[in-house]
């Protein structure tokens, strides 16, 4: 059973930045697609970035050019640094991962991340 622990969240001021770190445990196989969702008071979880067992990345357009996510693959760990936050930005964070071979599909616990002045 693999487990995803997030961490890193809190509260930091507009144009502030953060970084969310996730680390997979548990996993008898490399993890393939990587992920961050964020999840705001009464929305929707939507995908804020995912990157691939090959490092290919993708973003929603509200954070392109703020948010950079990469992975340490020897680590199992997947980041998310964030940048020129905004209190639009304010969510639970969730890490996401998909482990090779199985396509088993695991979640983390979720870390806060609250930006307001």
């Known amino acids: 059973q693999v487990q995803l622990v997030e961490s890193g969240g809190g509260l930091v001021q507009p144009g502030g930045s953060l970084r969310l770190s996730c680390a997979a445990s548990?996993?008898?196989?490399?993890?393939?697609?990587m992920a961050w969702y964020r999840q705001a008071p009464g929305k929707q979880r939507e995908l804020v970035a995912d990157?691939?067992?090959?490092?290919?990345?993708n973003y929603t357009d509200a954070v392109k050019g703020r948010f950079t996510i990469s992975r340490d693959n020897a680590k199992n760990t997947v980041y998310l640094q964030m940048n020129s936050l905004t209190p639009e930005d304010t969510a639970v964070y969730y890490c996401y991962a998909v482990e090779l071979y199985t396509l088993n599909s695991y979640w983390g616990q979720g870390t806060q991340v609250t930006v307001s002045s």
């Open positions: 990157i691939t067992s090959r490092a290919g990345t």
């Open positions: 548990g996993s008898r196989f490399s993890l393939n697609a």
